[in-house]
C-alpha cells in the first residue's frame, strides 16, 4: 500500500507536518521554539481563549494516574483582548502557522471571542471548543447536543474571516451526529476529540482530590477510542478530520491518518517529550520511507 505524504495542506496552507501540538499543552508556542521544539511541528493550537481573563481551577490541576493525566485547568487564560494585545505579537514570528482555541460560556460567548481576535493576522484558523458547558443553557456541554454545535459554528461562521475547526466532546451525546452539524453550520473541520471525562477519589476521605470533582482524563490506552471516533465521524462529514488523542509513537498518527484523519494532534506526550513533533516526523518517515 502506499502511504499518504506527510506534508499536509489543509485551509490552503502548507504544513511540514501531520502533527499538531494540542490546546492547552503548549500556550502558544513560545516556550517550545525557545527550545527549538517546533521543528517538525506541523501547527500550534493555543491554549484556550475566552472573552474574560479566567483564573481557572483550583489545585491541583495536573494529577498522575498509573496509565494516564486528570486535567482541571479551568480554562485559565488573560482574556481576548490582553491575548490580542500582549501575546499574539510576540508569537509571529513562529516557524509553523497558529491556530487558536475558543471557549465560551455562551453561543455569543465564541463569536464574541473571534470578533476580538479577528484583528490580529497571526493565526490561521480557530479551534472551537465545544466541550465547556453551555452556563447560558443549564450547564451541559455544547457538544452534546447537534443543535446547538449547529448554532455555535452558524455564529462563529458569521464572524470569522478565516477557516476553524468545532473540537468535539467525547462525553454524551452523538458525535457523529455533531460532527455533521458543525459541518452543516460552516465548519472548515471537526476536531475528534477533547478530552474524556474522568475524576479521582481519595477512599480514605470519600472525596474527589480533584477540587471540581471531575476532570479530563488523557492516555495512550484511549487511543482505539479516538481511531473508531474518527473512522465513524471521516466517513460522515466531507470536511477534514483532526484528531486528537491517545498518540504517543509514529505508528500511532499513521494509524490516525489511515483512520481518516488529516492532521493528528499530540497533546499530553509534550509533558514528557517536549520535542514531540520532530521526534513523531523523523519516525513516519524511517515507518514511511519518506525524505
Ligand atoms: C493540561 C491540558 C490542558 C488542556 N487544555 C485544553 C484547552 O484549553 N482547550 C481544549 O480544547 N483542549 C484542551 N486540552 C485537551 C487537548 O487539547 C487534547 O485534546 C487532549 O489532551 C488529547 O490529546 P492527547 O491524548 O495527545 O493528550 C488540554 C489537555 C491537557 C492535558
Given at each position: 500500500m502506499s502511504f499518504p505524504s506527510l506534508t499536509r495542506k489543509l485551509w490552503g496552507t502548507e504544513f511540514v507536518s501531520p502533527v499538531m501540538l494540542a490546546s492547552g499543552t503548549s500556550g502558544f508556542g513560545e516556550e517550545l521554539f525557545k527550545l527549538g521544539c517546533?521543528?517538525?511541528?506541523g501547527a500550534v493550537v493555543s491554549k484556550a481563549v475566552t472573552l474574560k481573563p479566567r483564573s481557572g481551577?483550583?489545585?491541583?490541576r495536573l494529577l498522575e494516574t498509573p496509565f494516564g493525566l486528570l486535567n482541571s485547568i479551568g480554562l485559565a487564560n488573560p482574556g481576548a483582548q490582553h491575548v490580542l494585545e500582549h501575546i499574539l505579537p510576540a508569537v509571529s514570528n513562529l516557524p509553523c502557522p497558529l491556530v487558536i482555541n475558543v471557549a465560551g460560556e455562551s453561543v455569543q460567548e465564541f463569536a464574541d471571542v473571534i470578533s476580538v481576535l479577528k484583528?490580529?493576522?497571526?493565526?490561521i484558523g480557530y479551534e472551537i471548543?465545544?466541550?465547556?458547558?453551555?452556563v447560558a443553557e443549564g450547564g451541559a456541554a455544547f457538544g452534546v447536543d447537534p443543535e446547538v454545535v449547529f448554532r455555535v459554528s452558524e455564529a462563529v461562521s458569521q464572524v470569522a474571516d478565516r477557516p476553524f475547526s468545532v473540537k468535539l466532546t467525547?462525553?454524551?451525546?452523538d458525535m457523529v451526529q455533531a460532527a455533521v452539524a458543525a459541518q452543516k453550520g460552516g465548519a472548515s473541520a471537526v476536531t475528534v476529540c477533547n478530552t474524556f471525562l474522568g475524576m479521582k477519589i481519595d477512599w480514605k476521605t470519600g472525596k474527589s482530590v480533584i477540587k471540581r470533582k471531575v476532570a479530563g482524563y488523557t492516555s495512550p490506552a484511549l487511543l482505539p477510542l479516538v481511531v473508531a471516533r474518527v473512522w465513524q465521524v471521516s466517513n460522515a462529514v466531507s470536511v477534514p478530520v483532526i484528531s486528537s488523542g491517545g498518540v504517543s509513537c509514529g505508528q500511532d498518527v499513521l494509524q490516525l491518518l489511515a483512520a481518516g484523519a488529516e492532521m493528528v494532534q499530540v497533546g499530553t506526550r509534550l509533558m514528557r517529550r517536549p520535542c514531540a513533533a520532530g521526534e513523531l516526523l523523523d519516525e513516519m518517515k524511517k515507518l514511511t520511507g519518506e525524505q
Open positions: 517546533l521543528t517538525g511541528a481551577n483550583p489545585p491541583p484583528e490580529s493576522a497571526v493565526h471548543n465545544v466541550s465547556c458547558p453551555n467525547p462525553n454524551g451525546g
